[in-house]
């Protein structure tokens, strides 16, 4: 399975990016995606993860800013990020579990099996 990011860079506070995440591999259509980000100094952080049957979960300071969502015909995953904020910059990352089940940590990386190479995002002030 192999991730790639992209559709980060650099806007202005109140702005908007798309980040996209695209998907190789044979059993794209199982577990759940994740999206998490890391500013300097600072430890990986859940951003939003959504299942292939589109339900979606967010870290409480991206709801109502921040959408996930899945393009299964595509293998695509996107993170609409509007109202961007200073404090938003950090690399962003997609992720993604082979597995899920009730009661999954959506929220912990290290239950995420691989790894996008991350795409950066700036906002500036």
């Known amino acids: 399975v192999q991730l790639q990011a992209s559709g980060g860079g650099l806007v202005q506070t109140g702005g908007s990016l798309r980040l996209s995440c695209a998907t190789s591999?044979?059993?794209?259509?199982?577990?759940?995606m994740g999206w998490f980000r890391q500013a300097p100094g600072k430890e990986r952080e859940f951003v939003a993860a959504?299942?292939?049957?589109?339900?979606?979960y967010y870290a409480e300071t991206m709801k109502g800013r921040f959408t996930v969502s899945i393009e299964n015909v595509k293998n695509m995953v996107y993170l609409q990020m509007n109202s961007l904020e200073p404090e938003d910059t950090a690399i962003y990352y997609c992720?993604?579990?082979?597995?899920?089940?009730?009661?999954?940590?959506?929220?912990?990386?290290?239950?995420?099996?691989?790894w996008g190479q991350g795409t950066q995002v700036t906002v500036s002030s």
């Open positions: 959504v299942k292939w049957d589109g339900g979606a």
């Open positions: 591999g044979r059993t794209f259509s199982s577990g759940i």
């Open positions: 992720a993604k579990s082979q597995e899920y089940w009730r009661g999954f940590r959506y929220d912990e990386p290290r239950l995420y099996d691989y």
